[in-house]
């Protein structure tokens, strides 16, 4: 049943991003809902293009309401994927309970279904809100255990700094041209989230290794332990090889996604978090063995 937008003096919008006021009034209502300034993807070169946002607008022009969908292909065991991410979902506090968001959530998906995206994904601390929609959530593994044997360095490293414009650059080209860090559950092609979460989490570094060319997303933990967020680049080079590139001899390992790519293997181990990761869609069946999303794809 469609909100009666018009009873509330309310304008529906969708795919607005090309008006800056428009997109201003999102950057207010994530601001406002979330304490998050997505406005720093400006910086990065503007938010994602494929996403699809929904919203209804007051006569202000103020954002009352808003959910967003967006394109992130992922490699399911082997095979490339169309899937959809939904983020951006925000009600202000005098419009909730009315529906809007209800409406702006049917909106959305029946977008993304019509448009046969196989997947749709979701990360969210109130799953119940989703599960009319077909939801289901699915348990996350980080993996983890003892460092591989220790590999001879080769080439050099050196640490990226978003606030430089060409190691922004860097990062930007190795996210195009990245091989899925996994065949068994990766994000295939995903550039803004990587760029917004990096930026976020100051405990996030970047090392860029030239043999071969691959941007690490990493972070040291307590206990002398490297945590493994993501590797971007063509071609993907054992743990053994990254951890001599960037002189580190950790004595515990968790790595942030399948391992079958990195020549070493961990046990899977529930990942903490504070939300679950929702799936729906014809792929989602396919979601068999131990996963997780890399946190620099999280939205
Ligand atoms: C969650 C939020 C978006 C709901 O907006 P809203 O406009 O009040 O929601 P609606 O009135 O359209 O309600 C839609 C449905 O969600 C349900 N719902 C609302 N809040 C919910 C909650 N916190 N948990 C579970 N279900 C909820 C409603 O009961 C309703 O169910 P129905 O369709 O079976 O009647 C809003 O409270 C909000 O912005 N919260 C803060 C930000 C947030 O948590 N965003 C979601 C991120 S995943």
Redesign the pocket.
Known sequence: MPVASAAYGLTFRQDYFGDPAAWAALVALLHD??RIDVSIQDRFGGPDPTSMPFAYFDENGIGV?N?SAFSMPIMIDGRLVTAAGFQS?????E???????????RRAFNWCDARGFELGL?????????E?YGFKNVPQRQFSGPPPVAARPEGSSRTLSLDNPGDVAVVKRLLRERTPVSPIFAVAAQTEMFLLNSYFDPGIRLSYLDQPEVVVAWKSREANCFQLLDIVGRTLSPLSVILAALDLRPDRIEVCFPPDRLDWQGKPEPFASQ?SLMVRGAAADRLARPVMLSPMAEF
Do not use: I
């Open positions: 809902t979330f309401a959910f979902g925000a009600v202000r506090p419009w909730r309970g009315r529906g809007l968001y209800r409406d702006l959530m979701l990360l969210t601390d109130k799953p119940a809100l989703y009319p939300t």
